[in-house]
């Protein structure tokens, strides 16, 4: 109960026991908690004694970050959070499951948690009314597939999951309203067709994954920024641009390009469109004997 409103700590171990406190946040001035690499030294205590402390605290705006935290508990009435980041912690897949509180939570960034399941996390963020941007990048993420249903914030509009073990089954498991979406360094093959319905998607990013050939745009029909950077693409499909007819820019350097008339013609096609081309080596324009 102080006027002290930002509020930093950084590099600390706490030393004595941890004991269960009630605290009254009413009247208070805080908004914004940052907390980086805070060390607890007791090993035996009631977990919810010490975050609940967290969970209650009414501001909008709070970060721990690379401390070594194993759990959150959902606040224990309707939160003023609208900014949470939870940075190179220890969490995992029971974050938030079944948590109605956190409806005015518009950015959550949970990158190098510990986190498993892509459903699970789906199913975290579907009581989350105003989330707008996800970061779920360098964690252990999975997604099965085979009919597995996934349930998203339906204002999610910015996913950030690269950096995980997410194979083309992930495209089941994808928010309906997402506008820009990194699937960058994972184990994508392919695209599957008809799989996704992204109507809203306007940037995909697929860079560092195992394309053979470029994606088509059946269920993208908005896209506009296409990323295919460091995967296994020899030659392009001819019929890219039939399908993905809004895309404006593309980016698809260090690919193992082989020299053919579809290259040439894919090349001549995307500078008619009027749009960007990124990464493409001049060595790749070729010539060819008449006939």
């Not at 004595?16 to 607890?40: C, Q, R």
């Not at 605290?57 to 709070?62: A, E, K, R």
């Amino acid at each position: 109960h102080s006027s002290v409103e930002y509020f930093n700590i950084n590099n600390v171990t706490q030393m004595s026991d941890v004991e269960h406190y009630n605290f009254d946040y009413s009247g208070t001035s805080m908004k914004a908690l940052t907390m980086k690499k805070i060390k607890i030294t007791d090993m035996y205590f009631s977990q919810d004694d010490l975050y609940e402390i967290f969970a209650d605290m009414n501001i909008t705006d709070m970060t721990i970050a690379d401390s070594e935290m194993i759990h959150m508990l959902c606040p224990s009435h309707k939160s003023s959070f609208r900014y949470l980041n939870f940075l190179k912690n220890d969490l995992t897949d029971f974050l938030f499951q079944k948590c109605d509180n956190l409806a005015q939570l518009e950015t959550l960034i949970l990158q190098k948690n510990k986190f498993e399941s892509l459903r699970k996390v789906s199913f975290m963020t579907s009581r989350m009314k105003s989330l707008t941007y996800l970061d779920m990048s360098n964690n252990l993420l999975r997604h099965d597939g085979a009919g597995v249903q996934c349930q998203w914030a339906e204002s999610l509009a910015e996913l950030d999951l690269s950096s995980n073990q997410l194979a083309d089954a992930v495209f089941e498991c994808l928010p309906a309203n997402v506008q820009k979406l990194s699937l960058r360094n994972n184990q994508i093959s392919n695209v599957p067709s008809g799989v996704a319905e992204l109507k809203s998607l306007e940037e995909l990013n697929l860079a560092s994954n195992r394309l053979a050939d470029l994606p088509g745009c059946g269920g993208f029909t908005s896209l506009q920024f296409l990323n295919v950077e460091m995967n296994s693409i020899l030659t392009p499909s001819a019929d890219f641009f039939q399908s993905c007819p809004r895309v404006r820019e593309l980016q698809a350097g260090h690919n193992p390009f082989q020299c053919s008339c579809e290259l040439q013609a894919f090349i001549r096609l995307e500078r008619r469109s009027g749009g960007k081309l990124f990464g493409w080596p001049a060595a790749y324009v070729c010539e060819y004997p008449e006939g």
